[in-house]
């Protein structure tokens, strides 16, 4: 370790010091070490001021790891007015806290002026609608964003439209995974459910930077694939990896999709599990596997 570093590292530590005691919260002496390993636990909104505080001026992180803690949204906030002047960290992990979507909206606005920031995961948050549609706005300028994970939290069929329509003309992200948003699909009429599924599929047919796809849990039916999204991913020449799992798709859906990715040459991963696909979908899954070389399962 250089001699800069340290004492960029040694300031910080005194600082979060001073300033637990001066707010007479409880020193963490985990936290110390939070530079070298981001695995903290029970990290609540107070903690979060006296972390962020001393950092705002501190170029030696790169990756922010705050997952499975109890940051609301005041603790958001904070990290949101941290992303607004840091220049170092690339990699904000905030997944399984308790972030609604005022919190959100204060990420995502931050990150209409972070450059810096590659991946956000902010899945297992119950961000709602609101925030959702703040992302899907920070995606229309944000140009550094490489992988956003942004599964089970609470998206209804407005903030998916929303984003399935940014994300045509994105250029930057690579990665999405917003599996597990839309599991009450029972509540939407069926012109709800197709608008939904049009959006989605014109994102696969227009995108040209999305190679890793995530929609696992999305309640994607024989219909839709049949009707929507085969077509589209046929025409995909991008897409990497596609997770459809855990989906209401069966053996006309499979089938549909296997025939799909014939003689699809970008495609390396499929992923099916815990779909319904009987036997026939598995026979056209075999087929598939011999006839594309490229898919490796």
Not at 94 to 110: D, F, M, P, V, W
Request: hydrophobic share 40%; with cysteine.
């Amino acid at each position: 370790m250089n001699t800069e570093l340290e004492k960029e590292i040694a300031n910080y530590v005194s600082s979060y010091q001073e300033i637990c005691k001066k707010n007479n919260i409880e020193l963490r002496k985990e936290l110390i070490t939070f530079i070298a390993n981001q695995k903290n636990a029970g990290i609540n909104d107070n903690h979060i001021l006296c972390i962020f505080k001393p950092l705002a001026y501190t170029s030696f992180l790169r990756i922010i790891d705050l997952r499975f803690n109890t940051i609301s949204d005041i603790g958001a906030e904070t990290i949101a007015r941290f992303l607004l002047d840091n220049k170092s960290v690339e990699s904000l992990i905030l997944k399984s806290n308790e972030i609604g979507s005022h919190g959100a909206s204060c990420i995502a606005k931050a990150l209409h002026i972070n450059e810096y920031i590659k991946h956000l995961d902010i899945s297992c948050n119950p961000i709602g609608q609101e925030g959702g549609m703040a992302f899907a706005s920070m995606l229309q300028i944000n140009t550094t964003l490489k992988k956003l994970e942004i599964f089970s939290c609470s998206l209804n069929s407005v903030a998916i439209i929303a984003l399935a329509t940014v994300l045509r003309n994105n250029i930057s992200l690579n990665y999405i995974d917003f599996s597990d948003n839309f599991q009450n699909t029972h509540n939407l009429t069926q012109s709800v459910q197709n608008a939904m599924m049009l959006h989605i599929s014109n994102m696969i047919k227009y995108n040209n930077n999305v190679n890793d796809l995530r929609m696992r849990k999305m309640c994607i039916t024989d219909w839709a694939m049949v009707d929507y999204l085969e077509k589209t991913i046929k025409v995909n020449t991008i897409l990497r990896i596609l997770d459809l799992s855990s989906n209401k798709l069966t053996r006309d859906g499979c089938v549909a999709l296997c025939a799909a990715l014939q003689y699809h040459r970008s495609l390396k991963s499929l992923r099916l599990s815990h779909c319904t696909v009987q036997d026939e979908g598995a026979d056209a899954i075999k087929e598939l596997l011999l006839v594309n070389e490229v898919i490796e399962g």
